[in-house]
């Protein structure tokens, strides 16, 4: 795998696996905690949730104008990965107030926009190198597997820490219960027979007498087993700090510029950096008492004020590269807003119109140890049945199939006739085909290459487009029959009408194949096309613009108690296809600019 790649690509690969780690298991379970702990509606909530997303990827900017002011990518990374710990030991303390939630929420951001656009542009800077460079987009593929080998075991530590703390205090899981128990500290709940019923299920010492106690009580177990989730993520930020102080010698280091050249872009950088970080810690302070409606204006302000700055800085020789960016960046905004509701409504659909429990051979995709059997499985069966391995890789292969087997049977006989499963799971879906897709799909652009005909990387970007929009099309389908959020009032949907849960693995996995289509080509588009002294600013372009998609996910989320299921999932269908029309239409300009 990593034969034709210098050893830098497994630093960054696993630095970049820990803090992904840590950054999904916060994903994992923030709209849910908000709701949990805060009693926050879905718009609320959601709009927090677009914010710290929006944040995450509009701080890289920042990152990207420090590392290409100072040349110190390598320093800025780690002082990156140094503040994201301290953002995640906040959301790790029990009892925080919003405010003080919504400060480790900035943190975090920040820290990920000094790390995030950086590694990206370092993993790039090694294959600038002639003796890599045709290497370059299988790279970003690995990098982008790391992401997601992370990504997928992060949900199972979240709901573990959540479903164990739950347990160590008496009680069992149901998503079901925040709503209703802030409703009856509320005073607005009318149907309490219905909190009776839950309440008597998930206590693990017998019926509740007390419903007022039980609600608070729960409500306190329920979000600090998430505060201990948090917590897990900052262990992993340590482990992703200290494989990065070891190894980081691998990684490239850039050369410093000309004084002259440097003089310039300092001066440039003091004012916009200043200003960036004042507009967004600003925002921060003013959502709560602001209508969401200027959230949207001020990212794509953020956006218009980028593009502005970076054309006037870009030399004549320049401008054609940078242009051609920025329309790809202006048609990601839209695929972002789109995908990125896999942690936003796409969870909520889970939890709210999913079912609760499923039988013994679904739950082997929900518990850990046995979809790693699965897993293995699949690996044993591929390792054994491969042309051009070698003896001793099919005896692996062989041992591997029987042991993952062995589990996978012991797994499925322990399970009971209906198992509780966890709407976070669904969150380990698309990481865990990422990994199980990458190389695949890369031996189909293998193939196709051989032949002649691999698409562009502005084509597949284009396709990636497409085949997203089939993904929303799969959940609308599921959602045809539902009622509405704005019908149900809060009120849990009754179990014999919810879906199966294999609606959105389904969507997951085509989605997934959509990303793997856009995101890993699309960081390779940018490391080739951005001039030389704009590497890191670019990736941070990048990132911008995905800031830009992320804030707009609030849009999910207001429409979620407004309009019909099926009509939700129809505004980010239509928003996939046109822009896939859009690259396609300057497909040739895109083409040409990454020759």
């Not at 990303?515 to 372009?541: C, D, H, I, N, T």
């Not at 108690?561 to 690259?583: H, P």
Request: net charge positive.
């Amino acid at each position: 795998m990593l034969k034709n790649h210098p050893k830098g690509l497994l630093v960054a690969f696993f630095a970049n696996m820990g803090e992904r780690f840590g950054f999904y298991t916060m994903m994992a379970i923030l709209v849910l905690f908000l709701q949990a702990k805060f009693g926050l509606p879905a718009e609320k909530a959601g709009n927090i949730y677009s914010w710290f997303y929006f944040s995450i990827y509009a701080l890289a900017l920042v990152g990207g104008i420090l590392a290409d002011a100072t040349k110190s990518y390598k320093t800025v990374i780690l002082t990156g990965i140094i503040i994201m710990f301290g953002g995640y030991l906040i959301m790790a303390i029990p009892g925080m107030t919003l405010t003080i939630t919504i400060i480790g929420l900035f943190t975090i951001a920040f820290g990920n926009g000094l790390f995030k656009g950086n590694l990206q542009a370092v993993v790039g800077q090694m294959y600038d190198n002639p003796e890599y460079s045709k290497h370059r987009d299988n790279a970003y593929m690995i990098f982008y597997m790391g992401i997601n080998i992370g990504a997928f075991f992060a949900p199972f530590a979240a709901t573990g820490m959540r479903n164990g703390w739950l347990k160590l205090n008496g009680f069992a899981h149901d998503g079901s219960l925040p709503a209703l128990c802030h409703q009856y500290n509320n005073g607005t709940l009318t149907d309490i027979s219905l909190l009776q019923q839950l309440a008597n299920k998930v206590s693990l010492t017998g019926p509740v007498n007390d419903l007022g106690e039980f609600a608070r009580h729960y409500l306190e177990v329920f979000s600090k087993g998430y505060n201990y989730a948090f917590g897990i993520a900052a262990v992993a930020m340590v482990l992703s700090l200290l494989v990065y102080i070891i190894f980081n010698k691998h990684l490239p280091e850039k050369q410093k510029t000309s004084i002259a050249t440097t003089e310039k872009v300092e001066f440039r950088v003091i004012p916009i950096l200043t200003a960036i970080l004042a507009m967004i810690g600003v925002a921060y302070g003013l959502h709560f008492i602001k209508e969401v409606g200027w959230t949207a204006g001020f990212a794509f302000g953020l956006f218009a004020a980028f593009v502005t700055w970076i054309i006037m800085s870009s030399k004549k020789e320049e401008i054609q590269r940078v242009t051609t960016l920025i329309l790809v960046f202006a048609v990601v905004i839209f695929f972002w807003m789109s995908f990125h509701q896999n942690g936003l409504t796409l969870t909520l659909f889970a939890r709210d119109y999913t079912v609760k429990q499923v039988g013994p051979f679904t739950n082997l995709f929900f518990n850990l140890i046995s979809i790693l059997a699965v897993i293995g499985v699949v690996a044993g069966f591929i390792m054994l049945f491969t042309k051009n391995l070698s003896k001793s890789s099919k005896i692996a292969g062989f041992v591997l199939l029987i042991v993952a087997i062995a589990v996978a049977i012991v797994s499925y006989r322990s399970f009971g006739e209906l198992n509780s499963i966890s709407p976070e799971i669904f969150q380990s879906f698309n990481p865990l085909f990422i990994v199980a897709l990458t190389f695949p799909i890369m031996g189909v652009f293998s193939w196709l290459n051989k032949k002649g005909i691999e698409p562009s990387t502005p084509k597949k970007i284009g396709i990636g487009m497409i085949i997203a929009s089939f993904g929303f099309i799969i959940v609308l389908v599921a959602s045809l029959n539902l009622a509405s959020p704005k019908l149900l009032a809060g009120t849990p949907l009754p179990d014999t009408d919810r879906v199966s849960p294999y609606w959105l693995i389904s969507s997951y996995l085509v989605l997934t194949i959509a990303e793997l289509f856009l995101s890993p080509m699309g960081l390779s588009f940018v490391s080739k096309v951005a001039p030389s002294r704009f590497q890191g600013l670019m990736q941070g372009g990048w990132l911008l613009a995905t800031a830009v998609g992320n804030k707009l996910l609030f849009v999910g989320t207001i429409l979620w108690e407004k309009v019909e299921l099926w009509q939700l999932w129809l505004v980010f269908i239509v928003c996939c296809f046109a822009s896939a029309a859009f690259i396609f239409s300057i497909l040739k300009r895109l083409e040409n600019a990454s020759k």
